[in-house]
């Protein structure tokens, strides 16, 4: 039902006036890669895309770029065991339970980083 763009090159102050960007986004933002008209140029065109999509009735689809271009986001949010995925298991005991389906007990990095480092144990 809600159709989704990914604009390679545009960071999130991309949507802003670049003359009212407040300081923390200007340090702390990602850098774009394309100019302020170019990211314009790109929501316009994704906005009007929705809207005549909408009008017509046709169904809002995830284009096979946007897929592509969000897997490593996504594959490194899993890996890193993100709570915007799944809720991390914060008890008070030492060992967090591994038997709750609800909630996550670590990182996944961990098992790959020790391969990276250690090579497969047996």
Same mark, same amino acid.
């Given at each position: 039902?809600?159709?989704?763009?990914?604009?390679?090159?545009?960071?999130?102050?991309?949507?802003?006036?670049?003359?009212?960007?407040?300081?923390?986004?200007?340090?702390?933002?990602?850098?774009?890669?394309?100019?302020?008209?170019?990211?314009?140029?790109?929501?316009?065109?994704?906005?009007?895309?929705?809207?005549?999509?909408?009008?017509?009735?046709?169904? =809002?689809?995830?284009?096979?770029?946007? @897929?592509? +271009?969000?897997? $490593?986001?996504? /594959?490194?949010?899993? #890996?890193? *065991? !993100?709570?915007? =995925?799944?809720?991390?298991?914060?008890? @008070?005991? +030492?060992?967090? $339970?591994?038997? /709750?389906?609800?909630? #996550?007990? *670590? !990182?996944?990095?961990?098992?790959?980083?020790?391969?990276?480092?250690?090579?497969?144990? $047996?």
């Amino acid at each position: 039902m809600f159709s989704h763009h990914i604009i390679e090159g545009l960071n999130h102050a991309g949507f802003l006036d670049n003359t009212m960007i407040p300081s923390g986004v200007t340090k702390n933002d990602l850098k774009q890669e394309i100019s302020q008209e170019e990211g314009y140029n790109s929501i316009a065109g994704a906005i009007t895309d929705m809207m005549v999509k909408t009008l017509n009735g046709d169904k =809002l689809t995830t284009s096979e770029e946007s @897929k592509k +271009l969000m897997k $490593p986001l996504i /594959d490194s949010m899993i #890996l890193e *065991g !993100s709570a915007q =995925l799944k809720q991390p298991c914060f008890k @008070k005991e +030492l060992i967090n $339970p591994r038997d /709750d389906p609800s909630c #996550l007990p *670590g !990182s996944p990095w961990v098992q790959t980083a020790q391969e990276i480092i250690a090579g497969k144990l $047996p």
